[in-house]
């Protein structure tokens, strides 16, 4: 199988996309010529024309409104929005409009769209153009919420979200636009709630998502030279979320740890951790862990940012903990 | 009165389409001061001239967007009393199976996209719609109605700069009642409207909207021209809205004279006016007006009774339609 990059991936899945369906089209920032300042639609445009690759003014509500508009009415427009962190530009346009319109109309209109952005720490861009806010969106009932963590899994959801009826959001690591991965040439889909057991264990389940699958797969790697065998799962999509593999995984583990890039607080992890507090207790040997982003602003400077993110040193010592007892009774 | 439509038919079908229009809003006062109603619901008598002119200028395949004040538009396009009754009662058989209630009736097999709840929270979706049309190559326009409340929002600023600068089929519709919620438009409002869009580069005109024929004149040209591509325009259109912001906004002497509400519905009222007209042109004397009336009024009596004893949703509905359905074989590799 060929390696290409994840940039490449996401390219591939809206060119196939595109011309498989002539009611989809791209409207955002620079996405034609320019191709968006991560380059991911290069070439995009000399192929579909600026009618289907449209560049818009830097109006995120407007062109946000104008794409839930244009897929009331019979389009599938793919937004692009530059930086996640604008999701709170057009929050009205997605969660008061998009995610509802299908339930509002008692299910006589939806709104086949995709919102492409990205999340991410650690490339030094500080408070505003750094944040993983995909925790904000999963809260909404009506949006779906994919988290590719490789070339692989961008380009099966991206074709999946696209033929998908209703509003689909997918945060792209945008520091991980040039790892490469091995991608099938031949035309596949991932389909949505299906986790990915990324590497079988026994002794410890470690839950990632988007970028904090490497991670998790890195302490995995870490904790086996010390004999200590981890499961890692990917959820791949957050909505719908594919309770069941991870509930299995902790009642045979009996140890979790969830490893995720938004903030700790009222995040993913929290979530996914009372899931399984719920449903798989009386198989549980410790507490389920949360491992989310500090709870504060990205900062700026590198001494300060690199310590905002869970690393693999540190879902090893915390799994560590674990296996020894030491959590247990934590506060 | 301007003359637009030529044709006796048309004339007498406005008429109807505006009585109705009070009528509606008649009965859902009453079905809230009487306490059956859940909730609350913004009345549109006293602009039925606005929808019904705009509205007859246009196809079921054109598009309108609406807002909480939204009754009148619904009933324009083409809506049912019995459908609309039981929305507003958040019956089973309502627009929306009674999950979107007054601010959210659609009905998108006459073009109506839905009201919207959020003040200006339908223009990006009616420029959308434009665009849509543009891109498919069809003919449709799409009408974006809001009031002069809405202008102060932010998102009218950036969806007029992009209809202008793509030449979209979108007619931007302003319902100047003199009133943002319980505040004189005068107070929120620095300069003209029409300016506004002006300022995008977009033709912009202002019309009496009690006048259902001015109207209606004036959208059937701006309609045609925006099918040329022509488009967008920008309608301000004049008029009063004759309850409060909502049906529970009674005493509203602090920001609303009442003197000032009786000149409007004495001498302004855009139904009793053209029904004068039709008197004078010979096209319909007052008794048959009245039977009309009278009509209308039994077909809205029978549409209550019918909604106020239809059964509501079953508790099985509560979690349905939150997604779509995707038909699972497109997607599958090769479909």
Redesign the interface.
């Known amino acids: 199988m060929r390696n290409i990059t994840l940039s490449q991936a996401v390219n591939e899945a809206l060119a196939e996309e595109m011309r498989r369906d002539p ?1 989809t ?1 791209i409207i955002g920032e620079d996405v034609a010529e320019a191709g968006t300042p991560f380059k991911v639609l290069s070439g995009l445009v000399e192929e579909f024309g600026t ?2 690759v449209i560049d ?2 830097i ?1 995120e ?15 599938r ?1 793919i937004v692009d929005l530059m930086f996640g962190d604008f999701i709170f530009l057009i929050m ?2 997605l969660c ?2 998009a995610a509802k ?10 709104v ?1 769209l995709v919102l492409r952005t990205n999340l991410g720490a650690t490339r030094r861009s500080a408070a505003q153009h750094s944040q993983s806010l995909h925790a904000l969106v999963a809260h909404i ?2 949006l ?1 919420v994919a988290l590719p963590s490789s070339a692989y899994e961008a380009k099966g959801l991206m074709k ?1 979200a696209i ?4 509003p689909v959001v997918i945060f792209e690591d945008k520091l991980m636009y040039n790892d490469k991965a091995p991608v099938p040439k ?4 991932i ?1 949505f709630g299906e986790a990915n057991i990324k590497r079988a264990g026994t002794d410890i389940t470690l839950i990632g998502t988007s970028s904090m699958v490497q991670v998790c797969e890195k302490a995995a790697e870490m904790l086996e030279a010390e004999g200590i065998s981890a499961e890692v799962i990917d959820p791949r999509t957050i909505v719908p979320l594919d309770e069941q593999t991870l509930i299995e995984s902790a009642k045979k583990t009996s140890r979790v740890i969830v490893v995720d890039e938004g903030h700790q607080s009222f995040g993913i992890t929290g979530e996914i951790a009372g899931r399984i507090n719920e449903k798989a207790f009386y198989h549980l040997d410790a507490p389920v862990l949360r491992m989310g982003a500090m709870d504060v602003p990205v900062p700026f400077s590198p001494a300060l940012e690199d310590i905002t993110v869970p690393t693999p040193e540190g879902v090893v010592q915390n799994a560590r903990k674990l296996m020894s007892g030491e959590m247990i009774h934590a506060a | 009165m301007a003359k637009a439509k030529t044709n006796t038919e048309d004339y007498l079908r406005m008429y109807r389409q505006m009585v109705r229009i009070r009528v509606f809003e008649d009965n859902a006062n009453q079905l809230y001061l009487s306490a059956k109603m859940p909730g609350l619901t913004h009345m549109y008598s006293g602009e039925e001239a606005v929808a019904v002119g705009i509205c007859e200028a246009l196809t079921d395949s054109d598009r309108i967007t609406s807002t909480h004040r939204g009754h009148g538009h619904c009933v324009a396009k083409g809506a049912d009393f019995k459908q609309m009754f039981c929305e507003l009662l958040g019956k089973e058989e309502g627009y929306c199976r009674g999950k979107g209630g007054s601010m959210h009736i659609a009905d998108q097999s006459h073009g109506n996209l839905g009201a919207n709840a959020i003040v200006g929270g339908s223009m990006g979706i009616a420029t959308g719609s434009a665009l849509r049309a543009k891109l498919q190559g069809s003919d449709d326009v799409s009408v974006c109605f809001f009031g002069d409340g809405a202008t102060a929002q932010g998102l009218l600023y950036e969806v007029m700069n992009m209809a202008s600068l793509w030449k979209l089929p979108v007619i931007y519709a302003c319902e100047n009642n003199g009133y943002s919620e319980y505040t004189k438009t005068e107070e929120i409002a620095a300069g003209s409207i029409p300016a506004r869009a002006e300022a995008f580069g977009i033709e912009s005109f202002t019309v009496d909207g009690q006048d259902v024929l001015a109207v209606n004149e004036l959208t059937e040209r701006l309609v045609a021209r925006a099918r040329k591509g022509e488009g967008p325009f920008f309608v301000e259109l004049m008029t009063y809205r004759y309850h409060g912001h909502h049906v529970g906004d009674i005493n509203r002497d602090y920001y609303r004279a009442k003197e000032e509400e009786t000149i409007w519905k004495e001498s302004r009222d855009p139904i009793v006016n053209f029904g004068k007209w039709l008197a004078e042109e010979g096209i319909a004397n007052a008794e048959d007006l009245q039977a009309m009336e009278d009509e209308i009024r039994a077909d809205a009596k029978a549409a209550v009774d019918y909604a106020l004893s239809a059964k509501y949703p079953d508790e099985s509905e509560v979690d349905m339609h939150v997604f779509a359905p995707t038909d699972p074989a497109t997607l599958r590799p090769g479909a």
């Open positions: 009611t089209f009618e289907r818009t003014p109006a509500p407007g062109f946000m409104g104008l794409a839930v508009g244009a897929a009331l009415t019979g389009s427009p009205d346009q008061n409009q319109a299908y339930y509002m109309s008692g299910g006589k209109l939806n086949p009932p009506g779906k999946t033929r998908d009826n209703n031949e035309e596949f889909l389909p």
